[in-house]
Antibody, heavy 119, light 107 residues
């Protein structure tokens, strides 16, 4: 069973950049035909897909975030990362990373990490 | 973007009851739909993919059906451990979007 773990600051100031990493259990990360996604969930609200990346580094982003988001991958370290710039209080949420079968099915999730945007 | 509308937003049922949740897409999504369970304070868990296929290890009391714009998720006999919020998610095209969720409680 694959395991994922998000890591990053729990508090980010408004206008700054949110940065998170997701480490994936070894062996699984090199599996072909897989994508890796970031998803967030504001408190008490629904899930929101941010974007995905494949092992070649090809990305797709939700247009709601496209001007602010960058997802990257480091296969040598079994991890992928999220950067979200110019954050506001509306970006306060639990951020999840997930393996994404066929690019569209979120089959394994990290435990999630709460990021609060506040001065 | 495709909008996914779930109903009801919450329900309360007794142990052993049959529970049905619906998910409606704003346009035809064929069978490009997944269902997830999110227990309180936990990450979502994949239950059903491609509208009706069981993820490995998922109890058989959970099932999904539908195609086009209308989908149904059913718990055939509600158990205490099923207390959670359930979400549908389409993948007809990007962006991938989720429904608003249905919170299931025990009466």
């Amino acid at each position: 069973q694959v395991q994922l773990q998000e890591a990053g600051p729990g508090l980010v100031k408004p206008s700054q950049t949110l940065s998170l990493t997701c480490t994936v259990s070894a062996g699984f990360f090199s599996t072909g035909n897989y994508y890796w996604s970031w998803i967030r969930q504001p408190a008490g609200k629904e899930l929101e897909w941010i974007g995905r990346i494949d092992s070649s580094g090809s990305t797709n982003y939700n247009p709601s975030f496209e001007s602010r988001v960058t997802i990257s991958v480091d296969t040598s370290k079994n991890r992928f990362s999220l950067r979200l710039s110019s954050v506001t209080a509306a970006d306060t949420a639990v951020y999840y990373c997930a393996t994404t079968r066929r690019g569209v099915i979120f089959d394994f999730w990290g435990q999630g990490t709460l990021v609060t945007v506040s001065s | 973007d495709i909008q996914m509308t779930q109903s009801p937003s919450s329900l309360s049922a007794s142990v052993g009851d049959r529970v049905t949740i619906t998910c409606q897409a704003s346009q035809d999504i064929s069978t490009y739909l997944n269902w997830y369970q999110q227990r309180p304070g936990k990450a979502p868990k994949l239950l059903i993919y491609d509208a009706s296929n069981f993820e490995a290890g998922v109890p058989s009391r959970f099932s999904g059906s539908g195609s086009g714009t209308d989908f149904t998720f059913t718990i055939s006999s509600l158990q205490p451990e099923d207390v959670a919020t359930y979400y549908c998610q389409h993948y007809q095209f990007l962006p991938l979007t989720f429904g608003g969720g249905t919170k299931v409680e025990i009466k």
